[in-house]
């Protein structure tokens, strides 16, 4: 059995968690959080359906991750297995490069008002030295925070220009 490597990344979003929602599992949202390093297409046939609109464990098609929006280097075989919309998912479905990838987001009312954010990522590459894993768990912990830090910026508003 391959080892399993995972991380957690939460941030908290000033903006309603049904706001929130709407813009994290759409497929603008989506590609806004990865954007510059990479976008992601929908499955062929998926068109602009949300996360909320996918059929549960059934593999939907293949999603291509494009470095840099441009350049196809590897591919998500998306499969929900978990919904609450409005609330929570979760994804388990193989890559050109994982054997397991598995991904559950979850919004919920944050202290304070606005929304926390949570990700949980595990994953199992398919085929690489023992040594891979422990530094592709630090470049994909990074890569998680920059969607984090991006989804924030896009609900914190323009920024201030000057003092008050």
């Known amino acids: 059995m391959p080892r399993t490597w995972g991380f957690v990344r939460t941030s908290h979003v000033a903006a309603p ?3 929130v929602w709407r813009r994290m599992v759409s497929p ?4 806004d959080e990865m954007w510059p390093w990479l976008t992601m297409s929908a ?13 549960l464990g059934v593999p939907v098609g293949r999603a ?6 441009v350049v196809p280097f590897e591919y998500d075989d998306l499969v929900i297995t978990e919904l609450e919309p409005g609330r929570r998912f979760r994804e388990e479905s193989t890559m050109a ?12 009312a944050g202290a304070g008002g606005g929304a926390t954010v949570t ?3 595990d994953f199992a590459p398919r085929v690489a030295p023992a040594w891979i894993a422990p530094l592709l768990r630090p470049v994909l912990a990074a890569f998680f925070a920059h969607r984090h830090r991006r989804l924030v910026r896009h609900f914190a508003g323009p920024p201030s220009r000057g003092r008050g």
Do not use: F, K, Q, Y
Not at 64 to 69: D, N, Q, V, Y
Not at 97 to 108: A, K, P, Y
């Open 97 to 108: 490069t994982m054997r397991r990838w598995g991904h559950e987001r979850t919004v919920t």
């Open 28 to 31: 603008d949202g989506i590609n």
């Open 64 to 69: 291509w991750l494009r470095l840099g929006g």
């Open 119 to 121: 990700d949980r990522v």
């Open 17 to 19: 968690p049904d706001a």
């Open 43 to 55: 499955p062929r046939g998926a068109g602009d359906l949300t996360i909320d609109g996918l059929p």
